[in-house]
């Protein structure tokens, strides 16, 4: 049994409408204008156990929408949705229990408490048995290597301690389904790939099923091998972040260093950046074999290398062509 | 080189930018707080109970015994029926605004400002008021209908009301401001805006007509700015004032406002001064 | 059971939290004396025009009063609080915490906050219950004491089930932060006997915002006015609030996330 299982699920909003002004703000008094917003259009999909998979997306895509869904916080409009066999709109506290959300930016933790009284409280929560406890919780503090951060009120920790913490508290009951919500967002680099290690370590470790919602590209390329671009509502592409290069990237990217960069280079490609001797050109996919030849036939090539574009540019191309 | 770097930067007149600041600044307020109309009534709900019960409470001693200090249940009705229109006039800037602005590290942004930010408080809650007055008008005839109020006022009456009801917003909108201003020293104004509001209770005619109070207690508050406040507007228009009185009420409350207006330049400057001594 | 549980947890929470901060003891105990303060002089002043209010004489207003804070207390530690972080996680979006937790959505959202000094309140008005029975001309009896502490924990109870009510409302008009000041409004009718109000007023005092049952009627049961018929309209009101507030808070759960019908 899969564990998501997404069937043409929709979300439709009804959002109101006004334009500026008082003589507007009279008449919206009388009478309410509402547009239709089609949040999640029918989005089908499946999720094995133990996967990590990203949704990718700009800003109103839809990936906290279709997030909040699965995780029983909003209502679908159509479709249905069943993770790890329940309806997660029914909200049944077998499948509560083994789920957990962790929102980046937006912390549940007791802020005047050190954390460790906050894990106190979920144990009580989600009733998990005091060995369990324990064991699970120092192992989570020494994988993130917190070692007495967890004993500060986390009003006095920074952001990146925080969110360590955060995430510490959301796992204490060993979910099987983690919802990230933006994990990484304003955090700094070194945290942020802390972060996806953990979460990666996790996975390999407890078998979890990982829904990943980020317009961050380095996380989805650190941790998914599966992705999921949702833009506008629709799913755009879903596979390894390897086939969506080879689907929609045209074009590569050949940097050369050359021993004389005198005369008309334009004949190769593109000339994306020049720096010297060091130039990059930008050349269809297809003509990638012929141009490479010729430079080397042509010209004195001291250094040649063969890019895929950077993965921002298939997806904003993705992009384009979906909303085309 | 364009236009906006040959001619030389102008500022308007003092006054014409002080009156326009004004009436952008209540505009806007008139706009945001129609989006709170809900908020706005139920706010205005709260209010009116006060007077509500202060009314029963004294039209039933009133009715037992035929008066209170000479003032009939129509009298008790009259008073605490023009109080709501008092109230909505004299709603201004708490000091829990200071210790919030403060709080949230806003202050920065009102230093700036070329115009003293006391200007900025006192148009968006004077905007207020015409929202809070329409939303006023249906309830105060359904009080009206409800509590038969004894009122006749004259024209004299009318005539000082309403400068009255905005000396009053004035007044304690410079006391609260100056009281908020303690901020700047400590985080605790919670128990001192509390004292205010008690002595306001007992001394400016919000809780009874200054009449039923005792008669030391009627000497103090004449002597205090609270009555300017509140209890002067209601007894304008809710008595039958000689016009020596009407007049020289006025007078008072303007010397009052003026005295205020001092006091909080002086309190500001320290303020500022500590703030920049001491930061955030 | 389960939910008390719950409750204690995070109660004790909360009593953590604050006793970091003792300042706020002395400020809540100044403003209590303050409050208290206010209320005698007001009676005294009332009483000084005339000798009962209503059927009721200084030391029975006195009383009232009492129960009046002594009720205060408990709602402003334990019920408005909670109410208020539920509005502002319904404006702020972290309610979602709150509903992905395996517990009682309402459970959860009652006592996850509270402000122990304010029980400051509640002590002052039971001292004030304790002097004015001295003075009051009634004998008050063990049977009195009883009935009172029942009608006690059902005015709880009813204000818990109004302020729920009021809450849940920003479920459908999300930026409302006035809800606070109406209840503030309205519990100030508490502080007289509801037998003065007009006739209409009286029945919306009972029955649509419960402050009269709430106070009035413990307040009646301790100074040993009480006719059983006011205590068991109190009991099955209660009761009657409980449901129909759970019900109400379950719909604006539903309407939170976005269900149709």
């Not at chain 2, 080189?1 to 008139?30: I, K, Q, W």
């Not at chain 3, 059983?228 to 099955?236: H, Q």
Request: aromatic share 10%; charged share 20%; proline share 4%.
């Amino acid at each position: 049994m899969s564990a998501v299982e997404v069937r043409a699920l929709e979300k439709v909003f009804d959002v109101p409408e006004r334009e500026a002004g008082l003589r507007e703000a009279t008449r919206s008094l009388l009478r309410r204008r509402t547009r239709e917003v089609r949040a999640v259009d029918a989005i089908s999909f499946a999720i094995e156990p133990g996967e990590i998979v990203g949704f990718l997306g700009p800003n109103g895509a839809g990936k906290t929408t279709t997030l909040k869904m699965l995780s029983g916080l909003l209502f679908p409009t159509g479709g249905e949705a069943h993770v790890l066999g329940h309806v997660p709109s029914k909200r049944e506290r077998d499948f509560l229990r083994r789920i957990t959300l962790v929102m980046g930016n937006r912390n549940q933790l007791q802020w005047d408490l050190p954390a460790l009284d906050s894990f106190e409280l979920n144990r009580a929560i989600y009733r998990i048995p005091r060995e369990d406890f324990t064991a699970l919780r120092d192992e989570l503090i020494e994988l993130l290597e917190l070692g007495d951060l967890v004993k500060k009120p986390v009003r006095n920790l920074s952001l990146g301690e925080r969110m360590k913490v955060e995430v510490v508290g959301s796992l204490l009951h060993r979910p099987d389904v983690l919802f990230l919500d933006e994990p990484t967002i304003g955090l700094d680099v070194t945290m942020q790939r802390r972060i996806r290690e953990f979460v990666a370590a996790y996975n390999g470790r407890y078998g979890a099923t990982v829904l990943l919602t980020s317009h961050y590209m380095a996380d989805v390329e650190a941790l998914c091998p599966r992705v999921i671009v949702i833009h506008e509502g629709r799913i755009l592409f879903d596979g390894g972040l390897g086939a969506l290069g080879a689907r929609f990237a045209a074009h590569k990217t050949i940097e050369v260093v050359l021993g004389d960069a005198s005369g008309d280079l334009e004949r190769y490609g593109e000339i994306v950046q020049r720096d010297g001797e060091r130039i990059s050109l930008r050349v269809a996919k297809a003509d990638t074999p012929s141009v490479t030849a010729r430079l080397l036939a042509e010209r004195d090539v001291l250094d040649l290398t063969i890019e895929d574009p950077p993965i921002e540019d298939v997806i904003e191309r993705v992009f384009l062509e979906g909303s085309a | 080189m364009s236009v906006a770097a040959r001619t030389p930067v102008r500022e308007e007149g003092r006054l014409r930018s002080y009156l326009d600041f004004y009436a952008t600044t209540m505009r806007t307020a008139v706009q945001a707080n129609f989006q709170y109309r809900a908020d706005t009534f139920l706010y205005m709900t709260g209010t009116i109970i006060e007077p509500v019960v202060y009314l029963v409470v004294w039209s039933t001693v009133a009715r037992a015994q035929g008066d209170v200090a000479g003032i009939t249940a129509g009298g008790f009705a009259a008073y605490y029926i023009a109080w709501t229109l008092v109230r909505q006039f004299n709603l201004a800037f708490t000091p829990y605004g200071w210790e919030w602005r403060i709080r949230e590290g806003r202050v920065s942004a009102n230093l700036l400002r070329p115009i003293h930010p006391i200007h900025y408080d006192i148009a968006e809650f004077a905007g207020w008021k015409f929202v809070n007055v329409v939303v006023w008008i249906p309830v105060a005839v359904v009080l009206v209908l409800i509590f038969e109020p004894a009122l006749h006022p004259g024209l004299e009456d009318v005539l000082t009301f309403v400068p009255a009801l905005w000396g009053a917003f004035l007044l304690r909108s410079l006391n609260l401001w100056t009281l908020g201003l303690v901020s700047f020293w400590t985080t605790r104004t919670a128990p001192l805006f509390e004292l205010y509001i008690l002595l306001e209770l007992l001394l400016s005619g919000r809780l009874v007509p200054l009449q039923v109070m005792p008669g030391w207690a009627e000497t103090i508050a004449a002597v205090l700015p609270f009555k300017w406040t509140f209890g002067f507007p209601i007894e304008a228009l809710v008595y039958d004032l000689p016009v020596s009185e009407l007049v020289g009420g006025l007078a008072i409350q303007t010397a009052w406002i003026v005295g205020m207006w001092t006091l909080m330049s002086v309190v500001w400057r320290r303020a500022v001064r500590r703030y920049s001594a001491v930061g955030n | 059971m389960g939910a008390l549980r719950i409750a204690l947890l995070y109660w004790r929470v909360a009593a953590l939290n604050e006793l970091q901060y003792r300042a706020n003891f002395f400020i809540q105990l100044v403003q209590a004396a303050i409050g208290f303060g206010t209320g005698v002089a007001v009676i005294l002043l009332v009483f000084s025009h005339t000798n009962e209010l209503n059927g009721w004489d200084a030391y029975e207003l006195l009383a009232l009063f009492g129960v009046q804070m002594l009720l205060g207390g408990v709602v402003h530690s334990a019920v408005q609080p909670a109410m208020q972080k539920m509005m502002d996680d319904v404006r702020e979006g972290t309610l979602d915490y709150v509903l992905t937790k395996p517990l009682d959505a309402q459970l959860l959202v009652s006592v996850r906050e509270a402000r122990v000094w304010r029980l400051v309140d509640a002590l002052g008005g039971l001292t004030i219950i304790v002097y004015a029975l001295t003075q009051v001309e009634r004998a008050v009896g063990l049977e009195d004491v009883a009935g009172f502490l029942v009608m006690i924990v059902l005015g709880a109870a009813m204000l818990y089930c109004f302020w729920l009510v009021l809450a849940t409302m920003s479920f459908w008009v999300v930026r409302i932060w006035a809800v606070n000041d109406l209840f503030e409004g309205l519990y100030q009718t508490g502080r007289w006997p509801i037998g003065i109000y007009p006739g209409w007023l009286r029945y919306g005092l009972t029955f649509l915002v419960p402050i009269g049952f709430a106070v009035t009627v413990p307040a009646e049961a301790v100074t040993a006015r009480l006719d059983w018929d006011a205590a068991v309209g109190a009991a099955a009101f209660a009761l009657v609030a409980i449901v129909l507030s759970r019900a109400v808070f379950r719909r604006g759960l539903k309407s939170y996330s976005g269900a149709s019908a």
